[in-house]
């Protein structure tokens, strides 16, 4: 034992020697291009292509390295047997990773990709204003030289498109809502978030289930039809208007759209905008996949239907261009926001800078908007949110009653299916008279409901008889005033007739 350790020890000092001897005769220079020249031998004979994908690109983050490492987490929990978790920031799933050195091979068009996972410490750090992490870490993608041209670009931009539908489903949804008078905030965001947590889903609206349906076929078509708007050489996005009574579940209705797409939703408030620029800047941020919206847009500024407005004197500007509010310090700060510059944010050049967004303004009276903003382009689909019908008083009653399907034969639902549409009562109403009920039974709660459906449609009943009433008296009390007025005409004009008479006479007898 003790020869081959003095073998191995004269071996090794020989190495040391002839290598002391090479870095003197030779340059480093020629050492640097012999070295090369063997690593372009090599590659020329190697039927690989390697690809490094680091994580800092200089003093930037390289977005490429997170989108490979959020796309390989799907198939890295079942083939590694080392991993990394993370979660990140406002999601909702974990992330799995690679560890160090580790590899994990993935298809696509049946070609094949070995990814490997590499982290290194950085030998010095030079200055930066921006802080660089301690360790280098970097994927290296190696694929068949034949499969070069199958793969790239096609198979990174699939990468990217799949970590970002899967940053958007495990990212938790957000509420938005504009920072007052626009201003940034820290980051120079000028909205401000929390978590969405509305439970409202299509199949808990109440609503008529073939409109359910009709909506739910236009989301459809508007998520999966990036080609289609593309084809057409429009923007892509879409407009819905949602208009009728109070309490009719146009709230309800725009988170359960967010909850079926999976988008972010921005409340916009007007009243805090004062400018078109403001409003522009408000939609540059924004991002993809999200639901702009305006609630009483008819109450927001002045932005009403400008064919029902008295002439404006010719002193004072357009309606559209008055302000439409000020400071609450009435200082000169005033609103100078139009109704030219809301158009262009809906239909506009600027409304082109994104995509897959989708605006929706509410409103109880929609003859009270201007033509120009709801016309199709600007809201496509006009949605009415009616009064409760039977089918939507079902929904409700499953909701908070747990009401079997088997159970719409029962008399006491034949007599609501009467009722309803007469009482005119909003899903609001209907559903505050179940939660106050729900704890004395299924079929205590119904009948409380019945009795309150009846008693609003018998008061229903006594307003019309006495709005009938009053036109009536109204309508006599207008008769006697054209009679009044019309009894004076008749009695002059049969005292011209008498003096006319007297005067023919008096000319006979002369």
């Not at 071996?11 to 220079?29: K, R």
């Not at 958007?168 to 978590?195: A, C, H, I, K």
């Not at 509410?362 to 120009?372: S, V």
Request: overall charge neutral; hydrophobic content about 35%.
């Amino acid at each position: 034992m003790k020869e081959v350790w003095t073998s191995l020890a004269s071996i090794m000092g020989v190495f040391a020697f002839f290598q002391s001897i090479l870095h003197a005769v030779f340059p480093p220079e020629l050492r640097f291009a012999v070295a090369k020249l063997f690593h372009r031998l090599f590659q020329c004979f190697s039927t690989y292509c390697y690809f490094d994908i680091t994580e800092m690109d200089g003093v930037n983050t390289n977005e490429l390295y997170h989108a490979v490492q959020l796309y390989l987490s799907r198939s890295a929990s079942m083939a590694a047997s080392r991993l990394s978790l993370s979660r990140g920031l406002n999601s909702s799933a974990f992330t799995f990773g690679l560890a160090n050195n580790d590899r994990l091979v993935d298809s696509f068009r049946g070609a094949s990709a070995t990814w490997e996972h590499a982290v290194t410490q950085r030998q010095s750090q030079t200055f930066s204003w921006r802080p660089v992490p301690e360790e280098k870490r970097s994927f290296t993608l190696r694929i068949k030289k034949k499969d070069k041209t199958l793969l790239l670009p096609a198979y990174l931009d699939h990468i990217m498109e799949t970590a970002t539908e899967l940053r958007r489903r495990n990212q938790d949804r957000l509420l938005y809502t504009n920072s007052r008078g626009g201003s940034m905030e820290s980051r120079g965001f000028p909205w401000e978030s929390v978590p969405f947590k509305h439970p409202s889903t299509f199949d808990t609206l109440a609503m008529d289930p073939a409109r359910k349906e009709l909506i739910l076929a236009d989301l459809n078509d508007f998520a999966q039809g990036k080609a289609f708007y593309e084809k057409t050489g429009r923007a892509w996005k879409r407009g819905y208007l949602l208009y009728g009574p109070p309490g009719t579940g146009k709230s309800s209705m725009i988170a359960a759209m967010a909850n079926y797409l999976g988008y972010d939703i921005y409340d916009l408030e007007l009243t805090e905008v004062r400018t078109n620029s403001e409003l522009r800047k408000l939609l540059m941020k924004t991002t993809s996949k999200s639901i702009i919206v305006i609630e009483d847009i008819d109450c927001s500024v002045s932005l009403t239907n400008r064919s029902s407005k008295k002439p404006t004197p010719p002193c004072e500007p357009p309606s559209d261009l008055r302000p439409a509010g000020g400071t609450e310090d009435g200082g000169g700060a005033a609103s100078t926001m139009t109704l030219s510059g809301l158009l262009n944010f809906t239909d506009g050049l600027w409304s082109c800078c994104g995509s897959e967004r989708i605006f929706v303004f509410t409103t109880n009276h929609i003859e009270k908007l201007d033509p120009a903003l709801v016309r199709s382009g600007r809201m496509d689909m006009h949605v009415f949110m009616s009064y409760c019908s039977f089918q939507a008083l079902t929904i409700l009653m499953k909701n908070y009653l747990g009401w079997e399907d088997g159970e719409q034969s029962d008399e006491l639902m034949r007599e609501l299916a009467e009722v309803v549409d007469e009482a005119e009562i909003t899903p609001a109403d209907v559903s505050e008279i179940l939660i106050k009920n729900r704890r004395r039974g299924r079929r205590e709660a119904a009948a409380e409901l019945l009795e309150a459906l009846k008693a609003r449609v018998d008061r229903r009943k006594k307003e019309r008889k006495g709005s009938l009433s009053e036109q009536v008296v109204v309508e006599e009390e207008e008769e006697q005033e054209k009679r009044a007025l019309e009894s004076p005409k008749e009695s002059t004009g049969q005292l011209m007739h008498s003096c006319n008479a007297k005067e023919d006479k008096g000319a006979e007898e002369d």
